[in-house]
């Protein structure tokens, strides 16, 4: 009785302070440094490691279409473990799942590193880290966002999304050159890296207030009690399920998943193929990155104006457009100028699809939801480098390009198609929508 007194007073004592802040810099908030700390190194981890992961696949088999399943079941792994994971991220704290996830990420690439450090890696050994990492962070990783909802003020999301936005074109802009140099003076470089930087994200996380539970609601009040693992799971699925409007805006996002990274697991895997150096694979990331830090810039000046309808339909009919020059030409001027292009809109709807998803769903279902509709959205993307391995040797680089455009302008059709995307308002009209 007295335990419950005081975690009822310490949450009530956390809740005021979020919103207290609403009008102040973000950087003022202690809890929101040390979160962006524990996020960045994460970030920076990913992309060490995920740039490496199919340059030592092919290295460690000679074979495009083994690399390209490595990837796709990296990814059926991270989404099926996310299937629960939401679930997972509402029933307990999330500052520990933070940490645990650092403390895997460390053990595992750690392993990797190590392994490969001493030429005792074979291609079997390196799928099982890789599946068992992406698997933890399915689990996990939702943890992180899920938390923000109890460090910061829903007014002051659009611009933590932007500078989160803009954190991670710098990270792309500097992460993949940066793993190609370490990878071109040895191949267990950007895994000691990766490993170091999740030692950085657990410290971080470690400092975090006890304030990441999903048992409170968004008023600080004690949320319905948790039932049964499998009761808390399929109530979240059924809430998902019967939001349209979410859905909507799910099944456009999953096209357009589909579409861009189906072309650029072509282009990495095309270039892995033909021998192109690691540092200039490297480099199609930084165009991407550099696009997205422009993205990012625009982002904080007009994701609190811009309608989400119009982001939409921006985000469709760009990715469509930039992209189509490499249905002619697999010139790497081409795919540089390309990857610049289409990341541009990608910070702008981010923000605004994440702003309307942090707004619009309570705090005690964040986890759920978000795993829910994270995984409708990435579960088309799956068999993206499974089709790209696959397609590659026998089709050649302009065919397979070819049926990932087809995505993208099925896409496009619908969204010029549904005008309740094209009317959904800006950040400001969110709360006459209905989801």
Known sequence: MNAEAQSTQAQSATQPTAHASAHTSLWRNTQYRRWFTADTAAAMGTAMKSFAISLVAFSLTQSLALSGWLGTATMCASQVAGIFGGTVVDRHDRRTLIIINALCGLALWGLAFVLLALNLLNFAAFAVITITASTVNGLFAEATNAMLRSIIPTEQYPKAQSLNQGRDSVISLAGSPLGGVLYAFAPWLPFAVASLMYVVSGASAARLADTGSGEYGDNGEPSAPHGS??????????????????????TIAALVNLGINGIFSTVNLHLVGTHVDSVRIGLVETAMGAGMLAGALIAAKVADRMPLGTGMVVVSTVALATLA???????????????????????????????????????????????ALGLMCMLPALFCSAIAGSLLPIAGFGATIGLFLAVLAVNVAIVLAKPTVRSLPAANRWDEVTL
């Open 229 to 250: 693992f499998l009761a808390d799971f399929v109530a979240g699925w059924r809430w998902t399920l019967r939001r349209r409007t979410l859905l909507t805006l799910t």
């Open 325 to 371: 020059p490499m249905l002619f030409s697999d010139g790497y001027a081409v795919v540089l100028v390309c990857a610049l292009l289409v990341s541009v809109p990608i910070p702008i709807v981010n923000s605004l699809i994440m702003g309307f998803v942090f707004a619009k769903v309570p705090s005690d279902m964040q986890g759920r939801a978000g795993s």
